[in-house]
């Protein structure tokens, strides 16, 4: 009688393994869309981080805040640090606040 060999089943390839293989992330998303090669502020990063570090996830909004006060002191040197950071953060609430900026200091037509 021949024998005949049966070559045992790769574990990485069972219906179990398939399962349980959790897919991979894709590619990662960034909002604050810096180019590629372009040197990143650092002394504006390690601002923001000690600013998150003092108040967390409401970090950016507080940068908002803070943004807004300087503004209505008509200071524009800690405006634009308070945005610079709220931009670091969350390029959507900095988003925000340039186009409140925008509209308020449209002039209204009619």
């Known amino acids: 009688m021949p024998v005949h060999f049966a070559a045992a089943r790769s574990a990485a390839r069972s219906p179990v393994a398939r399962i349980l293989a959790k897919p991979s992330p894709g590619i990662a998303v960034n909002d604050n869309d810096y180019p590629v090669g ?3 502020p650092m002394e504006s990063l390690r601002d923001a981080l000690m600013h998150f570090a003092e108040h967390g996830m409401g970090a ?24 610079g ?22 002039p209204l037509i009619g």
Do not use: M, Y
């Open 38 to 40: 372009e040197p990143f």
């Open 60 to 83: 950016a909004k507080e940068a908002h805040r803070l943004a807004r006060v300087a503004h209505e002191a008509d200071n524009v040197g800690d405006r634009e640090h308070w945005a």
């Open 85 to 106: 950071i709220c931009r670091t953060l969350d390029a959507r609430e900095a988003s925000e606040f340039e186009r409140a900026l925008i509209s308020q200091d449209a």
